[in-house]
């Protein structure tokens, strides 16, 4: 297959995002419901460039995410979050997929997976598994044979490239591999009856009797769990959540002021607080990625940070959802209403892994640290 070019280093990554989420944002509406799916807009990121945006610039592509301190990448990822939350999960899946294959594919991998993300494949990575049937590998010929289901699995049948993590059948750590899937097949969204985030497909795939290359196992053993690159990547979905909140905060300042009621001491005072809010988890999603990319503490406190950073973010979230459902009322929970739908993305979108561990593991990571508070985070 010819395959098109990626866009080079000159991409402006930014102001392509916001022309998709402009876009996006006047679509997410009609797309709030079950079992949808923001196929255009995904068609509109392959087209502009996003989807390629991740080439790295050795292979002749634009390098998003290889500039200092993650500025763009940060700012795409916010900016696709605003238009639309589910297209923003489903981009930074994406983003995912390609940062691992470029740490850990082989010359040839990154080559044929690099074209395909070029050509317009959407990636996903896909780890939730349900229990107890999570998916397995067994050698099968030259290849080998699938086994089982993952769950929560965004842009499950839309995705087409997967980066699944499964288990040999004969024991040992999990693997990672990229498994070319076709649109339509294997995906079962039946149980995504979601409060939010409907368009974004996240439902069970199951591979049982799919049959891949040998060539589909990207890195070693338990590579996908290698920290700080792991729990470090965490400040990719802060980015995208927060972009989620100035949604909101959007959305109420506007409602607050078409309403003629910002000359009220408690309107404004909420507005302000909200304000403070989301600037505090602009600081900890720019700060999580600039100590990310800089890779200058040891592992274990940049994955410290970045845990802060979400469970910061998070609270920013929760914080400014409640302050606007009280400031707008009773209008803000009716159907029709923008923030009614914009508050449900956001609420099912902050539910990330094990949040009461990130924090604690952090904690636990300073309690000992000889420095001062204010030298904890520095190199
Ligand atoms: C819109 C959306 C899309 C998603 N897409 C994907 C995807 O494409 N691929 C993918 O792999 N996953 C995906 N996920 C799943 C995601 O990675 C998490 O698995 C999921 O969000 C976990 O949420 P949870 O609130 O159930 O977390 P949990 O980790 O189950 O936490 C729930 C609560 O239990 C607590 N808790 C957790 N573990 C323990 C424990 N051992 N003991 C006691 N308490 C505990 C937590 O602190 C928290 O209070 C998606 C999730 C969402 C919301």
């Given amino acids: 297959m010819d395959q098109r070019t990626p866009p080079t280093i000159s991409f402006d990554a930014p102001a392509a995002a916001r022309r998709i989420a402009a876009q996006a944002a006047a679509r997410a509406a009609a797309l709030d419901c079950d079992g949808s799916f923001p196929l255009e807009d995904v068609r509109a990121l392959a087209g502009s460039g996003l989807l390629a945006a991740l080439v790295p610039s050795s292979a002749g592509g634009a390098g998003l995410g290889e500039e200092p301190r993650f500025r763009k990448l940060a700012d795409v990822l916010r900016r ?5 939350l589910a297209l923003g999960r489903l981009y930074e899946g994406h983003v995912n ?96 009856r979601a409060l939010g985030m409907r368009a974004s497909a996240t439902g069970t795939v199951d591979f049982t009797g799919l049959e891949v290359e040998a060539g589909a196992v990207i890195g070693g053993p338990d590579d996908y ?23 909101v905060f959007d959305v109420w300042r506007r409602h607050i002021r078409i309403g003629g009621r910002g000359g009220d001491p408690h309107q404004l005072a909420r507005l302000g607080e909200g304000a403070i809010a989301i600037e505090s988890g602009r600081h900890w999603v720019e700060r999580a990625a600039g100590i990310v990319a800089d890779d200058s503490l040891p592992p274990d406190r940049i994955v410290a ?17 409640q302050l606007s459902q009280r400031s707008v009322g009773l209008e803000g929970f009716l159907a029709g209403h923008p923030l009614e739908r914009l508050s449900r993305d956001l609420a099912v979108y902050l539910r990330q892994p094990a949040p009461d561990r990130a924090l604690h593991l952090a904690a636990a990571e300073i309690l000992d640290g000889p420095e001062e508070a204010g030298e904890l985070w520095r190199p």
């Fill in 305 to 321: 940070f970045v845990n802060l950073a979400r469970v910061a973010v998070e609270r920013a979230g929760l914080d400014v959802l």
């Fill in 97 to 192: 997929a390609l940062q691992i294959i470029a740490r850990y594919g082989t010359p040839d991998q990154q080559r044929s997976l690099f074209g395909d993300a070029t050509d317009g494949h959407l990636f996903g990575v896909w780890n939730t598994e349900p229990k107890p049937d999570g998916l397995t590998f067994s050698q099968s010929g030259e290849g080998l044979s699938l086994t089982g289901r993952k769950a929560f699995a965004s842009g499950a049948g839309f995705v087409t490239r997967a980066l699944v993590t499964a288990r040999p059948s004969a024991g040992g750590a999990p693997m990672m591999l990229v498994v070319p899937l076709d649109a339509g097949t294997r995906a079962d969204l039946s149980s995504w």
């Fill in 225 to 247: 769990h290698c920290q700080p690159f792991f729990s470090g990547g965490a400040w990719r979905f802060a980015a995208v959540q927060l972009g989620g909140i100035e949604a």
């Fill in 80 to 84: 696709v979050g605003y238009g639309n």
